[in-house]
């Protein structure tokens, strides 16, 4: 798995836990000279994830609305620019250049990318998986209500059809190695 796409906020003022795991994140991904495929600004967590990538050797990729290039938003330091014409372009080619997705924390943004992943694996478009870093109990609420679909004969699949859960970045990482 070479190109580590994830989804994650632009929000400012996290919790320092969320921080922490996107630095950690960004720095395995640049260490073992992977790729990032993200949203490609300097904003949040995709900020702190893309700084980390980038200062521990790895290259990153940055998928984004042509209309945010104007505001100043886009990490000057992207190997690779892809600019698209909005969102929905933006999460299909993020999903696309990826060989593996992950979910840090997000807002409704990185919720959409997430249930996007998942509706194509259940219509049988990919054979990925989305892989949420449940950091601090985040994604809790999302991984109980799709349990609960799941109960009430809404998923055809058990929810590890649709994705899978790690509480901590070395569970994450021991995921996309194996």
């Known amino acids: 798995m070479d190109k580590i796409g994830v989804f994650c906020s632009a929000a400012a ?3 320092a836990s969320y921080t922490q795991a996107a630095k950690d994140l960004g720095t395995w991904i640049g260490e073992n000279h992977k790729t990032l495929v993200y949203g ?3 904003k949040g967590l995709m900020g702190v994830i ?12 940055g998928i984004y609305p042509h209309y945010m290039e104007g505001k100043g938003f886009i990490e000057t330091e992207l190997d690779v620019c892809f600019p698209t014409a909005g969102l929905a372009d933006r999460k299909d080619l993020l999903i696309l250049n990826s060989d593996v997705l992950v979910a840090l924390p997000g807002g409704i943004g ?9 509706g194509m694996a259940a219509a049988g478009e990919m054979d990925k998986q989305i892989i949420f870093l449940n950091v601090d109990g985040f994604w809790q609420p999302v991984i109980d209500f799709m349990e609960q679909l799941h109960r009430m004969g809404m998923l055809r699949h058990e929810p ?3 994705f899978q859960v790690a509480g901590s970045v ?4 021991k ?3 194996d």
């Not at 893309?50 to 990729?61: D, I, R, S, T």
């Open 40 to 42: 490609g600004t300097w």
């Open 160 to 162: 590890g059809h649709y």
């Open 13 to 15: 003022d996290l919790p």
């Open 175 to 177: 995921m996309i190695t």
């Open 50 to 61: 893309g700084m980390a990538c980038k200062e521990a050797g790895g290259q990153l990729y």
């Open 110 to 118: 990185t919720l959409d990318e997430a249930l996007t992943t998942m």
């Open 170 to 173: 070395e569970e994450l990482i």
